[in-house]
């Protein structure tokens, strides 16, 4: 089964940029659509960019749409989050996912959950 990693978190000020990576390890992960989800302490994990299975068609969470800009490079197995003009608001642990359902915004619809990437914004 395929093992989702994610990195490029950190700490940065409000206006700042990340560029969050999930690698993937394994041989079916192009098989797969990808979604970003984020969960900050004492709230529900909430959806924040899906990409297509080729990288086609994406969404993104009203709270994040035009400021974040998700990618796919499936020879390198990995998928991209580029985090702009990050608000306090997005301080969460940053998760990615696949899921077999095209467009899905619904945590119930992923699986193989990577361990998560800390992103802290401050004002």
């Known amino acids: 089964q395929v093992q989702l990693v994610e990195s490029g978190g950190g700490l940065v000020q409000a206006g700042g940029s990340l560029r969050l990576s999930c690698a993937a390890s394994?041989?079916?992960?192009?098989?797969?659509?990808t979604g970003w989800f984020r969960q900050a302490p004492g709230k529900e994990r909430e959806f924040v960019a899906f990409?297509?299975?080729?990288?086609?068609?994406?969404n993104y969470a009203d709270s994040v749409k035009g400021r974040f800009t998700i990618s796919r490079d499936n020879a390198k197995n990995t998928v991209y989050l580029l985090a702009n003009s990050l608000e306090p608001e997005d301080t969460a642990v940053y998760y990615c996912?696949?899921?077999?359902?095209?467009?899905?915004?619904?945590?119930?619809?992923?699986?193989?959950w990577g361990q998560g990437t800390q992103v802290t914004v401050s004002s």
């Open positions: 996912a696949r899921s077999s359902k095209f467009g899905s915004q619904a945590v119930r619809d992923y699986d193989c």
């Open positions: 394994g041989d079916t992960f192009s098989w797969y659509h």
């Open positions: 990409i297509s299975r080729t990288g086609g068609f994406t």
